[in-house]
């Protein structure tokens, strides 16, 4: 079985063939650029745009399983599509389309978390953005994490 960040590697190049642009958020993120921590899911937030949303659901719903009744109905409302990795991963994909967004894709970069396992993430300043938008209380120890974070040190532009 694979590893939760092999799984990711999986789904990226299932997203790099269909020539979308995305980057991973959330846990896999954190795991980069901040203190790791066990996560169980993956999240990503991939450039829809506004309008064009049913395109890309529809492609995510051939290529992967739905984790929930009426996953193109949920993603209309909530903007998130929630499915499932052939390994039994969750998905989250958040379909971005505000300037933000793309431009946290625009600023992500590539790291080799894990051997064999490159995946495209947010730098760290969008993940502390992304994690104080959604204000759980494990978001604030999050940033916690990146702001004491060695490997940070340095990464920020003056």
Known sequence: MKTLLQAGAAVQRSLEQSGWHFCFIGGVANFRWGAP???????????????????????LLDGFESRIPDAAG????????????????????????????????TRSSLAELVP??????????DLVVHKAFAARPQDWADIEGVAGAE????????
Request: with cysteine; charged share 20%; aromatic share 8%.
């Open 37 to 59: 921590r066990l996560t169980d899911d993956l999240g990503l937030t991939l450039l829809t745009g506004f309008g064009e949303e049913p395109r890309f659901v529809a492609a």
């Open 74 to 105: 949920f993603a209309a409302t909530n903007r998130v599509v929630l499915l499932r990795t052939p390994d039994g991963f969750g998905l989250d994909v958040a379909l971005g389309a505000m300037p933000f967004e793309a431009r946290t894709i």
């Open 116 to 125: 064999g396992a490159v995946l495209r993430t947010c730098s760290a300043e």
């Open 151 to 158: 490997k940070v040190v340095g990464q920020f532009p003056h």
